[in-house]
């Protein structure tokens, strides 16, 4: 009887697997994060902008077929509130471009962008 227990775990170690068989993958998933700062320096009494964004993508790509390829992704971009980009340059009157277009332009009020 100890020999059918010692074969019990000795076999599985001494068996040999089966040859691997190449699978080709039918979709893939990939994405990537990022975060992004910018400033604006303004001479003198000009109000100086900071903008502090992040977000990603993510992507899925399916190949059913050789000839044939099927993806979707979603973006994001969401300012982390480093500064109240609505309030503009008391001088000009005017709001920072470049730091605004890191979000939604035509409503600055939106922190999240889709």
């Not at 300012?79 to 005017?94: E, H, I, M, S, Y």
């Not at 979000?103 to 962008?113: G, I, K, P, Q, S």
């Amino acid at each position: 009887m100890r020999l059918v227990y010692i074969l019990f775990i000795i076999l599985p170690l001494i068996s040999v697997g089966q040859d691997s068989v190449d699978v080709k993958k039918k979709g893939t998933l990939s994405g990537q994060w990022r975060t992004y700062y910018m400033m604006t320096s303004n001479k003198d009494d000009l109000k100086n902008f900071n903008a502090l964004a992040t977000g990603g993508k993510l992507k899925y790509q399916y190949t059913p077929f050789d000839n044939l390829e099927i993806g979707a992704a979603i973006y994001n971009s969401t300012n982390l509130g480093l500064q109240d980009l609505t309030v503009p340059d008391a001088t000009t009157g005017r709001l920072s471009r470049y730091e605004e277009g890191l979000f939604d332009r035509l409503d600055l009020e939106n922190d999240a962008v889709f």
